[in-house]
């Protein structure tokens, strides 16, 4: 029987031999370099700078970013991306995609508004692999509400100083550059701007955090005490944090969507290989209906949530900029995940818990899906509102 996994593009009218190509070279990137190292980097806690590299060698990295750093443009679209994600996700560790591609929501706001020399030096060093990124918005007092957020970076002469701190923030040891949303202004919204802070600046360190899953991407939180910032490390105009921000928003829900249905496929492969080998009871465990159903329960929201991430992306490709929708489609895409997960590890029975298979690992990143990138609460919210219900 063929796999899911190698079925649902052939079904979508927005997948084209060209994406099926792609897909194929990075299954061969993950087969060859992921997979055989995936569950020692995991007990390590972080990924090896050289997957940055070899990443980079494959046109991971810079997929769908200009071809003048390095990436590459001619020919891509945003399913392209869904697909490098999807792939990634196959290896069954979200702190693959979570390390490996954070510049993913990094590198736009450079792109979108930081000076050439800064997008030159910064993305080019990043989608060649030789550097790593982060962005760091969440704060010890909050990351919903980043409109409050209190970490101050004041002006003086050619340079800002900047106090304060981040938390939960992914590569955030083992990156070289970090985009920094700070305070320079009034309260509220118009008062943050985005800033560039480089590893072995002054009174800016790190100390790593442990975590539920994710256990390959490194998670740390920055501490900034008197930090000097060249003037020139503030990235577009003061008081313009939300607009490069505003740009990340949907790409990166949309690509957490994707990406959970991905990961739910892999609930379900995994769960139907050990199902159709299983024997309890004189017969295998998928001969019994209460078993069989949870495979079709699971298919019909996992049908249901790719329908709509391949909507979305091509209504995003047409400009269509819906975020209230996409916000409802991340929540769709993680309860798909949430339930899969669930009804995996019930088919495995004790055997999902124990340390070391996908299903375990999986379960266990659930809610960072679910949190990360926008809470379930706060992206009803967006909806309601943006939807007209209030
Ligand atoms: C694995 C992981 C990686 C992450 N990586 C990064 C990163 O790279 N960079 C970065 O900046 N951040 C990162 N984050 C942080 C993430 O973006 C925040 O955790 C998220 O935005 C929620 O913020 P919070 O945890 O401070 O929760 P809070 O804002 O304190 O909220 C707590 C809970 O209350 C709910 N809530 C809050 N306000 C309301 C309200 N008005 N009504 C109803 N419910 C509400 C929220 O939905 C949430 O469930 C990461 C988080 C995780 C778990």
Same mark, same amino acid.
């Given at each position: 029987?063929?796999?899911?996994?190698?079925?649902?593009?052939?079904?979508?009218?927005?997948?084209?031999?060209?994406?099926?190509?792609?897909?194929?070279?990075?299954?061969?990137?993950?087969?060859?370099?992921?997979?055989?190292?995936?569950?020692?980097?995991?007990?390590?806690?972080?990924?090896?700078?050289?997957?940055?590299?070899?990443?980079?060698?494959?046109?991971?990295?810079?997929?769908?970013?200009?071809?003048?750093?390095?990436?590459?443009?001619?020919?891509?679209?945003?399913?392209?991306?869904?697909?490098?994600?999807?792939?990634?996700?196959?290896?069954?560790?979200?702190?693959?995609?979570?390390?490996?591609?954070?510049?993913?929501?990094?590198?736009?706001?450079?792109?979108?508004?930081?000076?050439?020399?800064?997008?030159?030096?910064?993305?080019?060093?990043?989608?060649?692999?030789?550097?790593?990124?982060?962005?760091?918005?969440?704060?010890?007092?909050?990351?919903?509400?980043?409109?409050?957020?209190?970490?101050?970076?004041?002006? @003086? /002469?050619?340079?800002?100083?900047? !106090? #304060?701190?981040?938390?939960? $923030?992914? *590569?955030?040891?083992? &990156?070289?550059?970090? %985009?920094?949303?700070?305070?320079?202004?009034?309260?509220?919204?118009?008062?943050?701007?985005?800033?560039?802070?480089?590893?072995?600046?002054?009174?800016?360190?790190?100390?790593?955090?442990?975590?539920?899953?994710?256990?390959?991407?490194?998670?740390?939180?920055?501490?900034?005490?008197?930090?000097?910032?060249?003037?020139?490390?503030?990235?577009?105009?003061?008081?313009?944090?939300? @607009? /490069?921000?505003?740009?990340?928003? !949907? #790409?990166?829900?949309?690509? $957490?969507? *994707?990406?959970?249905? &991905?990961?739910?496929? %892999?609930?379900?492969?995994?769960?139907?290989?050990?199902?159709?080998?299983?024997?309890?009871?004189?017969?295998?465990?998928?001969?019994?209906?209460?078993?069989?159903?949870?495979?079709?329960?699971?298919?019909?929201?996992?049908?249901?949530?790719?329908?709509?991430?391949?909507?979305?992306?091509?209504?995003?490709?047409?400009?269509?900029?819906?975020?209230?929708?996409?916000?409802?489609?991340?929540?769709?895409?993680?309860?798909?995940?949430?339930?899969?997960?669930?009804?995996?590890?019930?088919?495995?029975?004790?055997?999902?818990?124990?340390?070391?298979?996908?299903?375990?690992?999986?379960?266990?990143?659930?809610?960072?899906?679910?949190?990360?990138?926008?809470?379930?609460?706060?992206?009803?919210?967006?909806?309601?509102?943006?939807?007209?219900?209030?």
């Amino acid at each position: 029987m063929p796999k899911m996994f190698d079925q649902w593009r052939a079904r979508s009218p927005h997948y084209s031999d060209s994406h099926e190509a792609w897909a194929m070279a990075v299954r061969r990137f993950v087969e060859k370099e992921v997979t055989p190292n995936i569950d020692r980097w995991e007990r390590e806690g972080q990924l090896p700078r050289e997957l940055h590299r070899k990443a980079a060698a494959v046109g991971i990295l810079g997929l769908g970013f200009p071809e003048q750093y390095g990436g590459t443009s001619e020919g891509i679209d945003q399913f392209h991306g869904l697909v490098s994600g999807a792939e990634l996700a196959n290896v069954g560790a979200g702190g693959l995609l979570a390390g490996l591609m954070v510049h993913g929501v990094a590198l736009p706001p450079i792109l979108a508004m930081g000076s050439s020399a800064m997008k030159e030096r910064v993305a080019t060093g990043v989608l060649s692999g030789e550097k790593i990124m982060a962005l760091a918005v969440t704060e010890p007092s909050g990351g919903s509400d980043v409109a409050a957020l209190r970490t101050r970076a004041e002006k @003086r /002469g050619d340079r800002y100083v900047v !106090n #304060g701190s981040k938390t939960f $923030i992914t *590569s955030g040891m083992r &990156a070289d550059y970090y %985009v920094v949303a700070v305070r320079t202004g009034e309260a509220g919204p118009r008062g943050i701007s985005l800033m560039l802070l480089e590893k072995g600046m002054q009174g800016f360190s790190q100390t790593s955090l442990e975590k539920m899953g994710w256990h390959c991407s490194d998670t740390a939180t920055l501490y900034f005490e008197d930090v000097e910032v060249p003037v020139e490390n503030l990235i577009g105009p003061e008081g313009g944090a939300f @607009r /490069g921000l505003m740009a990340n928003f !949907n #790409g990166d829900r949309l690509g $957490i969507a *994707s990406a959970s249905a &991905a990961f739910s496929m %892999v609930c379900l492969e995994e769960a139907l290989d050990w199902a159709r080998e299983r024997e309890t009871f004189g017969r295998k465990l998928n001969q019994n209906q209460a078993i069989r159903h949870k495979f079709a329960e699971m298919s019909r929201q996992i049908f249901a949530t790719q329908a709509w991430v391949d909507r979305a992306c091509d209504a995003v490709m047409r400009g269509i900029d819906d975020a209230g929708e996409i916000a409802l489609l991340k929540i769709q895409g993680t309860r798909t995940l949430e339930y899969c997960a669930r009804e995996a590890a019930q088919i495995l029975g004790g055997a999902s818990y124990m340390r070391g298979g996908k299903i375990e690992r999986i379960y266990r990143e659930v809610r960072a899906n679910a949190i990360a990138g926008g809470s379930e609460e706060i992206m009803l919210d967006l909806a309601a509102r943006q939807l007209g219900y209030t």
